[in-house]
């Protein structure tokens, strides 16, 4: 089995926003004007690229490369043993106290879940601030202007993913080992 079942389900919203993102990008790109935003900021668009599958599928190939990382994150995570599983023989060659107490992985099961749950959401964040960005890369007419909401509009979902990792991993370090 390559994936634990608490990963793949949390994929699935990963997965049905890839595809969606994938297939959108496919309908749209015959109707692509030849010049297509390659980078907008807070001004707007400020460089612009020949369209390519490349240059339109780049949020879409971020995506995928973003998914098999927090992917391989989030399973790694589940994988490790926990603190809480070491043995606390002082004899024992790999589990000194004070070489355990400096190790980073998680305090129990529960919290490994936790923190491997909550990168997928990430993931899921991250896929949606792309999705936005998309809808101005895939715009029938080159223009310059973009909405003043967009950089907020997709900095946000980001924000919220990355608090919400911050915070599992943070409670995990302030929860007792069991």
């Known amino acids: ?59 879409v190939f971020v995506f995928i490369g973003a998914t098999v990382l927090l992917t391989a994150c989030a399973e790694l995570t589940l994988r490790v043993t926990p603190q809480s599983e070491l043995p606390n023989d002082a004899t024992a060659p790999f589990a000194p106290a004070p070489a355990r107490s400096s190790l980073n992985r998680p305090r129990t099961r529960a919290s490994a879940l936790s923190i491997a749950r909550t990168l997928l959401v990430l993931n899921t964040c991250t896929g949606i601030s792309l999705a936005i960005g998309c809808g101005v890369l895939w715009r029938s007419a080159p223009e310059r202007q973009v909405s003043g909401w967009l950089f907020t509009a997709m900095i946000v979902p980001i924000l919220v993913g990355t608090a919400l990792t911050i915070v599992s991993a943070v409670r995990d370090r302030k929860s007792p080992a069991s």
């Open 1 to 59: 089995m390559v994936f634990s079942a608490p990963v793949r389900l949390w994929q699935l919203p990963n997965a049905a926003l890839l595809v969606a993102m994938a297939l959108w990008g496919i309908l749209r790109y015959p109707h692509l004007p030849h010049r297509i935003p390659q980078h907008f900021g807070v001004d707007g668009v400020d460089a612009w690229t020949d369209r390519s599958i490349g240059s339109a599928f780049g949020p």
